[in-house]
């Protein structure tokens, strides 16, 4: 199977930036691909999805985030980013990245922590 590992996770203050990064551990052809994303779970809460961006480049974004956060990819390198400015306390949480296959399998990373504190 194919296995996303996340990293970039941390702890910053209110305002600051953070880019995570999602590393596949095999090629993940586009032709395949049904879209990747990145979801996040605050303590407490369900888990919510942050933004997906398709093969063919459309992103979407959930409300909270928008203008904050960048989805892009790099499939040369089996990599998805996320990043995140002007983070917020409210955007502690474990992130994680998911990919699924036109197949409709899904596969997921372990997760990275981010912590937005004074």
């Known amino acids: 199977q194919v296995q996303l590992v996340e990293s970039g996770g941390g702890l910053v203050q209110p305002g600051g930036s953070l880019r995570l990064s999602c590393a596949a551990s095999?090629?993940?052809?586009?032709?395949?691909?049904?879209?990747m994303a990145w979801y996040r779970q605050a303590p407490g809460k369900q888990r919510e999805l942050v933004a997906r961006i398709t093969t063919a480049g459309t992103t979407s974004y959930v409300d909270s985030v928008k203008g904050r956060v960048t989805i892009s990819r790099d499939n040369a390198k089996n990599t998805v980013y996320l990043q995140m400015n002007r983070l917020k306390p409210e955007d502690t949480a474990v992130y994680y990245c998911n990919t699924q296959l036109i197949s409709g399998l899904g596969f997921w990373g372990q997760g990275t922590q981010v912590i937005v504190s004074s």
């Open positions: 095999r090629s993940i052809f586009s032709s395949v691909i049904n879209y």
